[in-house]
């Protein structure tokens, strides 16, 4: 069709404004719900081990915006451009290979390396360009995720007063620590530690493990899920101390198990990373099992904070202080939990979805090649564990195994990655079983 210059531009112009205002339109409308495949024109952000539960949707992240799904036919959509795992539901088997050189993974773990050792090689978290891990040091950090706000700490709706812990022990017979764990077989080893403090200072213990005093029926038919549940909370409320191990020692993991007792003001005794100093609300607000040489020298330190009343109300400050605003002295924990955005129910979903638009604003950067990302040690690290009773690799310990066969397995991984091969589990065994772990990995 011949035209005038002018009339030319105009029809051209006016041609592609309507497309480019359809396509905002388009977009708009999709915000937030599922869009047809051939019609998304972000980047694809797609979620290999079904995690969050949803349906794709398109969301904004500052001024860019992405498409998130879990349904895996987009593997092969153009616009793919990251896949995000959550650590321990990744499956050998099923990989996304071959792995297209543009496309970047994302690893989202909380957890300790239980229930997938390989994470502690560095071969297999250098698999990875983006991380969300306990460690501060991922891009973005998991630690406070059991934590919801500073009321927390600071609230006395559990909080049971010191008279009366002692009126408990004296008049109810409680001991006073407790313990209460199911998961008896740790990397950290921590059952051997507890059983020889109980030879020098008397533990309730409700769990499983070095089991000597029964639950309330309620709490035993559900434990896990009653963890934050409040006869749970009052049941922890009425110890002076709580024992509070982590299953693994890793770089800055600190879980529920040091901010419970925290919540309640019973003193928790803490084994784990040595950094959970930095996350107290207060200097003393917990005692480090790491500060004494043994489970004797332990024991006699409680046992004297025990009868000196005023030696432990220091450690109890963020319940106690009369003025609220020095109840949390640690500036850097009361910086990250004035940070946290006020209305999200949910704390994790608020670090799931940081996570998300981490990886979406990258992938903006990734097309104009500005940076490169890899996954190293410092985002995850889970050194060999050591018996907290001789501070030295145990190899009677079930987990040093385990962690030395977790860098074969990476290994084997890595290279398969490399050849763009999938393998089926019966083969990824087989191929493992070449590996001699002394000598390969
Ligand atoms: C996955 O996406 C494809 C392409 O859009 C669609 O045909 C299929 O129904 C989706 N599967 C599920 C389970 O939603
Ligand atoms: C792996 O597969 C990708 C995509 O199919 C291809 O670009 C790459 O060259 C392959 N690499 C090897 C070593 O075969
Ligand atoms: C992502 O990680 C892979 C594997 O380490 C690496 O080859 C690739 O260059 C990384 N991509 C970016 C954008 O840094």
């Known amino acids: 069709m011949a035209c005038y210059l002018r009339k030319c531009l105009w029809v051209t112009l006016a041609a592609s404004s309507i497309f480019i205002i359809s396509q905002f339109w ?83 773990h909380e957890e300790s390396p239980r229930n997938i050792p390989m994470l502690t090689s560095e071969t297999a978290l250098a698999l990875f360009n983006h991380s969300a891990t306990f460690s501060r040091f991922s891009d973005v950090p998991l630690t406070l995720v059991d934590l919801d706000s500073e009321e927390d700490l600071i609230g006395t709706k559990y909080f049971v007063p010191l008279e009366e812990k002692s009126k408990l022990i004296r008049e109810k017979g409680l001991a006073p620590l407790l313990y209460i764990q199911s998961d008896c077989n740790t990397a950290s080893m921590r059952d051997s530690y507890v059983k020889e403090l109980m030879e020098y200072i008397s533990i309730d213990s409700y769990g499983a493990c070095l089991n000597n005093k029964k639950l309330p029926e309620r709490l035993r038919l559900d434990h896990v899920s009653s963890l934050r549940d409040s006869e749970f909370l009052s049941l922890t409320a009425q110890y002076k101390f709580t024992l509070a191990f982590e299953n693994a020692v890793c770089d800055d993991y600190i879980t529920e198990k040091l901010w419970r007792p925290l919540m309640v003001g019973s003193i928790p005794v803490y084994y784990g990373s040595q950094s959970f100093k930095d996350w107290l609300p207060n200097k003393n607000s917990a005692i480090s099992v790491r500060d004494f040489a043994g489970p004797k020298e332990l024991a006699n330190f409680l046992l004297l904070l025990t009868t000196d009343e005023s030696r432990y109300s220091e450690y109890i400050s963020h319940k106690i202080s009369r003025n609220l605003n020095e109840r949390i002295t640690n500036p850097r924990l009361r910086n990250a939990l004035s940070n946290r955005e006020k209305d999200v129910p949910n704390e994790f979903g608020n670090y799931v979805r940081s996570f998300e638009c981490l990886v979406c604003q990258r992938s903006f950067d990734k097309l104009e090649k500005r940076n490169s990302y890899i996954v190293n040690k410092v985002h995850y690290n889970c050194p060999l564990p050591v018996n907290p009773l001789t501070n030295t690799v145990d190899k009677s310990n079930f987990w040093v195994d385990e962690f030395i066969i977790g860098r074969c397995k990476a290994k084997l991984l890595a290279q398969l990655v490399l050849r763009n091969i999938s393998i089926d589990r019966q083969s990824f065994d087989e191929q493992l079983s070449t590996f001699d772990p002394e000598r390969d990995c």
Do not use: A
């Open 26 to 108: 388009l977009m708009r409308i999709y915000e937030g719900y599922e869009i047809p495949f051939e019609d998304i024109k972000v980047p694809v952000i797609l979620w290999w081990t079904p995690f969050t539960g949803n349906q794709g949707r398109l969301e904004h992240c500052g001024q860019v915006k992405c498409y998130f799904t879990q349904n895996r036919t987009f593997v092969s959509h153009n616009f793919l451009s990251s896949i995000l795992f959550y650590g321990s539901n990744i499956e050998f088997d099923e990989l996304p290979l071959p792995r297209r050189g543009s496309i970047d993974w994302g690893l989202l």
